[in-house]
């Protein structure tokens, strides 16, 4: 019963690192960009709904109102600022790495190197939970998990079904062919990445939703969400929510049943033997790659 | 349709054409021959706006598509059939085509493409939702082939599409070069295989080491001892 609980709740958690992994999977694989700064943007994501909330009264999840078309544009700048500079994928891993600890500095500095939780009377999910029969789950990761499903079902059936997707899938295999037919790469890669850091708004939300956040929480979300893209298939949406899921599942069930400090070894451990016997993540099939 | 004026191209320091002069009218097909590495799908290429190290023009209907830049040369009514096929292996073979008429001014007559692509390649309607890399070389390539007339082209640039295939599946590329043709296409062919490549085209090219070195009717060109020696090395 309580494994099962916690299988279940760790599922749920899954969601919220779908929704951080999410942007960078897609960029990572369509522009070739390993963006590290991606986690830089969820952690401003996340005290930005913090000092909306508290200090201007908004409702937490409505803060994406004001900080998904700001992080848009933060973005899709910077993938501009990339695409002038000719910043390479390793180079990128480098770049953004070194943006990522400003990000983090610029916002100890703003914010304090203090723990930041919105109070209860501000943030009325932290407090609340839901049960589904004999389970019970905290409102902010079943909220979380509700993102992650939409979020990650939207940007599949875009993918696949729009236009705009196929251009990018396109752009991903043969960026000169690609070109040949007509699709910008400039323009295209702009809005793919603007839309990726206004996922990473969305992630902060849903982050400061249920946890407190230091400027330097983001290292510890590297391992966990790199390891959702690579185990989800880089570039691969729907990949994501299922690694996210197994992840979360993992993790919660050792932490339960055996000790919360062995989770990061057995979850990295099944990790790498997942990736001996699907290289290309759990849902690529050999060959396709 | 088509007019290169006095071509030059580069890869990095080591200039790959010079001076090349060629032309295609309006629904004319016009072959290109050559020994390797003479040039020819750097030639097309730059046509194509892949390759942009040139000087010289490059003239689609009196615009001169060198300065366009490279994804809007499709407005311009080119549309490539590169070497290689070079499909998206990891898109269905319906998605390769619908890609084919990203471009604005193409996606209006998708449907209408779709129909006429899979009745040109049976095949490909059949396979619609296979992916393509999964397909075979000659289906590969009536793929690469459907996707560039999605494109609605007026002149399609065709590199070497016989490359790699089978001899029925060759008759079957030809054929369908004959169709697009008639259809008020114009096409330039990049061939490996000469007398094929003169028996569906009008006029002809010798490119070698970087120039044109012959030119002429097709009737002309498939007596000329010059094009035996600089192709076929007789
Ligand atoms: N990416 C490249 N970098 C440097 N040089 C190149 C490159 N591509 C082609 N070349 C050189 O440019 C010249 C023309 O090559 P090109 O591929 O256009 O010839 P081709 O006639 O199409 O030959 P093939 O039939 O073998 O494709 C050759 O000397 C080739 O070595």
């Known amino acids: 019963m309580t494994t099962l609980q916690a299988a279940l709740s760790g599922a749920l958690v899954g969601g919220m690192f779908a929704v951080m992994a999410a942007g960078l999977s897609l960029t990572w694989g369509m522009l070739r960009v390993i963006n590290l700064a991606h986690f830089g943007l969820i952690l401003v994501g996340a005290y930005l709904t913090f000092e909306l909330a508290t200090s201007w009264g908004i409702d937490p999840i409505l803060t994406i109102v004001l900080t998904v078309p700001l992080m848009f544009l933060v973005g899709a700048g910077l993938q501009w600022a990339f695409d002038r500079l000719g910043v390479e994928e390793f180079a990128s891993l480098l770049v953004s790495f070194g943006l990522l600890i400003i990000v983090m500095q610029t916002v100890s500095n703003v914010w304090s190197a203090d723990f930041q939780r919105m109070p209860g009377d501000v943030n009325p999910y932290a407090t609340q939970s839901v049960s589904l029969g004999r389970f019970v789950f905290p409102a902010p990761t079943l909220i979380a998990f509700v993102f992650a499903v939409v979020i990650v079902v939207t940007a599949d059936q875009v993918l696949r079904r729009t236009f705009a997707g196929r251009a990018l899938r396109a752009f991903a295999e043969d960026r000169a062919v690609a070109s040949a037919f007509g699709i910008d790469h400039r323009r295209l890669g702009m809005v793919l990445a603007g839309l990726s850091a206004a996922s990473a708004a969305v992630a902060g939300m849903l982050f400061a939703l249920g946890n407190a956040v230091t400027p330097s929480t983001p290292f510890e979300w590297i391992g966990v969400v790199f390891a959702v893209v690579i185990l989800g298939g880089i570039g691969q949406v729907g990949g994501v929510l299922l690694a996210g899921v197994l992840v979360g599942t993992l993790s919660a069930v050792v932490s339960a049943t055996w000790s919360p400090a062995l989770s990061p070894l057995v979850l990295f451990s099944a990790i790498i033997l997942a990736l001996l016997f699907r290289p290309y993540g759990l849902l690529t099939v050999r060959g396709a790659r | ?234």
Not at chain 2, 69 to 95: C, I, K, N
Not at chain 2, 129 to 153: T, V
Request: charged share 20%; aromatic share 4%; with cysteine.
């Open chain 2, 1 to 234: 349709m088509l007019e290169v004026r006095d071509l030059e191209a580069w890869y990095l320091q080591a200039q790959a054409l010079w001076g090349v002069d060629l032309s295609v009218a309006d629904g004319e097909v016009v072959c290109l021959v050559g020994p390797n590495g003479a040039g020819k799908s750097t030639l097309v290429k730059a046509i194509a706006g892949l390759h942009r190290s040139t000087r010289g023009t490059i003239a689609v209907d009196g615009v001169d598509v060198a300065r366009v830049a490279a994804h809007r040369v499709g407005d311009h009514g080119v549309a490539l059939v590169p070497e290689g096929r070079r499909v998206f292996a990891r898109m269905s073979v319906h998605d390769n085509l619908v890609l084919g008429a990203y471009r604005r001014g193409a996606r209006s007559g998708l449907d209408a493409g779709l129909a006429r692509v899979h009745e040109l390649f049976p095949r490909l309607a059949e396979r619609s939702a296979q992916l393509a890399g999964s397909l075979s070389g000659g289906e590969q390539q009536m793929l690469a082939i459907g996707r560039a007339l999605l494109a609605q082209p007026r002149l399609l640039l065709m590199d070497e599409p016989s490359l790699g295939l089978a001899p029925v599946v060759v008759d079957e590329v030809f054929d369908a070069i004959r169709t697009i043709n008639a259809d008020g296409v114009s096409v330039l062919l990049v061939e490996q295989d000469v007398e094929r490549a003169l028996e569906v085209s009008a006029r002809g090219y010798v490119l070698a080491e970087g120039r044109i070195v012959a030119s002429g009717s097709a009737a002309e060109l498939t007596g000329s001892a010059l094009v035996r020696r600089s192709v076929l090395g007789l």
